[in-house]
């Protein structure tokens, strides 16, 4: 790193200055990228997969006995409670390179043969090659997780990569630097640079002549700048963007479970998951009955000091972010809606300067008001009745994104036929957020472009080159 400004990263659950972070300069990316570059070329592009296959494995062992270490630092730069990210973030952390171990391990490729006049014929086979350099840019509601699902891939692939965290979560990235030099991964391979969008890192990474593909995780409107600077220079792109997913409760459902998944769905990680519910739609019959038991569990979360294993709802992770959320909460007000549960900012003892809002839940407005279309990225929901699966269905696609849904019935006819006729990437049925990560993952619609998880993940890592050879 040579010399540059430094921005402030903050603890939110107490707006405390935890550090200072260096910001990349473009000279800082560019020798990134010329590292990356470089290490393809060395010992990182004449490995073979068995010794790839060791090395991701040994990042899966150091990831896990650094776990602690993991826990703080994500904790410190969320504000997620302690007992969701020792379960979800870390875990899925170290198992993002078991997967993607196992998958190229066992990974083959496509032959054919290919009749000639002579009748000797040709073979067509097809191999896969790393892509080159891949940049990773990140989003920071699910820091270590979300970055590793492409790190993991991108190096089992044979490719190297220049991570840029988001500003507001720097933390695991640069750890994650540590593990990758303790257990012998090539100088170059692993790189991670720090700052913000546009004028900055990212805008410097996404635009560099020398980088041979862009991942990208965040809002639909970066991910459009994204593919702009991708153009240059004709570079593909994986974009896993926004979302506003319905959630769909019919009336035969499971109602405990429902109310549970759902409200995890909707509250968990203070609602700042991309595959999250911000749009609840349940049959006329028992929309009282639903609402009422989902308004107490809502009431149920308790906020509280990040690290300590009572806490189930932190704050949100800035002040920025709060002030959205709370404009969306004034919103609703302003436009009628009825507030069921929440609408404020709660008094959290002993953190009062953290970025905390409030479970929300409304019923009451139209759907075409901007708190029921567009993504608020908080803990919140609205929640209207409907009368019979087609309206169920066309409600739920009633909207520019695309990513995921969440469907609660007994009818197994029903589910798959609902299924099957919501527009996204990603069905769930009386369940939410079960991953299983050999499954193909992205949206539909504006919420992304391709798909990435198990083999899935190679069309983006990979490129494909066909051989023919004349027998
Ligand atoms: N589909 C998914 O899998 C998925 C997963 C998680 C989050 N998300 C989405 O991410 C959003 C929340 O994350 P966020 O606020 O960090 O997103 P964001 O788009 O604001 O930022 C994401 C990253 O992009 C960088 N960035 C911003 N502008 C850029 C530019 N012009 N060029 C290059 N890089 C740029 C940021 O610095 C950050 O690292 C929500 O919209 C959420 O739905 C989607
Ligand atoms: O906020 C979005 C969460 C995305 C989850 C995944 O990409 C995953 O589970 O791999």
New binding site residues.
């Given amino acids: 790193m040579r010399a540059g400004r430094s921005f402030e990263d903050r603890f939110p659950a107490t707006g405390e200055v935890t550090a200072l972070v260096q910001e990349s300069t473009a000279d800082d990316v560019d020798a990134a990228v010329t590292a990356a570059r470089k290490a393809l070329r060395g010992p990182w592009g004449r490995m073979s997969v068995p010794e790839r296959i060791a090395i991701l494995r040994r990042i899966v062992d150091e990831v896990n006995r650094r776990f602690d270490d993991f826990l703080r630092a994500e904790i410190l730069d969320t504000g997620k409670p302690v007992s969701l990210a020792r379960q979800i973030d870390i875990p899925r952390g170290a198992a993002n390179f078991a997967v993607f171990a196992d998958l190229i391990a066992t990974m083959g490729t496509e032959v054919f043969q290919t009749p000639t006049p002579d009748r000797a014929d040709a073979l067509n086979y097809t191999i896969r090659v790393p892509r080159g350099v891949i940049a990773v840019?990140?989003?920071?509601?699910?820091p270590l997780l979300?970055m590793t699902w492409k790190v993991a891939p991108a190096l089992a692939c044979g490719n190297t990569v220049v991570v840029?965290?988001?500003?507001e979560t720097p933390a695991t990235a640069a750890l994650l630097g540590e593990v990758m030099n303790a257990v012998g991964v090539p100088p170059g391979v692993y790189n991670v640079v720090h700052g913000?969008?546009?004028g900055s890192a990212?805008?410097f990474l996404?635009s560099h002549p020398d980088v041979d593909g862009i991942t990208?995780?965040?809002?639909?409107v970066?991910g459009e700048?994204?593919m702009r600077?991708a153009a240059t220079g004709v570079r593909p792109v994986s974009l896993?963007?926004?979302?506003k997913n319905p959630g769909l409760v019919f009336d035969d459902a499971d109602l405990d479970a429902a109310v549970e998944g759902l409200s995890r769905a909707c509250f968990s990680n203070t609602g700042q998951v991309?595959l999250g519910t911000e749009r609840l739609y349940v049959q006329r019959g028992i929309f009282e009955a639903f609402v009422e038991r989902f308004c107490e569990r809502a009431k149920r979360f308790r906020f509280g000091d990040p690290f300590s294993n009572e806490t189930t709802l932190g704050p949100l992770v800035s002040q920025v972010h709060r002030e959205k959320v709370l404009s969306f909460y004034d919103m609703a007000r302003r436009e009628g809606a009825t507030v069921l549960v929440g609408g404020g900012v709660p008094n959290v003892p002993g953190f009062v300067s953290g970025y905390w809002v409030e479970p929300t839940v409304w019923t009451g407005l139209p759907q075409s008001s901007p708190v029921v279309s567009d993504?608020i990225?908080g803990p919140c929901t609205h929640v209207m009745p409907f009368d019979d699966e087609d309206e169920a269905v066309a409600l739920a696609n009633d909207t520019r994104y695309g990513?995921a849904t969440s469907i609660w019935t007994r009818d197994v006819s029903r589910a798959h036929r609902v299924a099957s006729r919501i527009e996204v990437g990603v069905a769930w049925i009386n369940c939410w957020f079960l991953r299983d990560l050999r499954t193909p993952f992205g949206?539909a619609k504006r919420?992304?472009v391709g798909r990435e998880g198990g083999a899935h993940s190679l069309e983006f890592y990979t490129e494909l080159r066909n051989i023919c050879v004349k027998l």
């Fill in positions: 840019i990140c989003p920071w509601n699910l979300l840029k965290p988001s500003e913000f969008g546009p990212g805008e996404t990208f995780t965040g809002e639909s970066t700048a994204i600077a896993e963007l926004g979302g991309c993504e990225f990513l949206g919420s992304g």
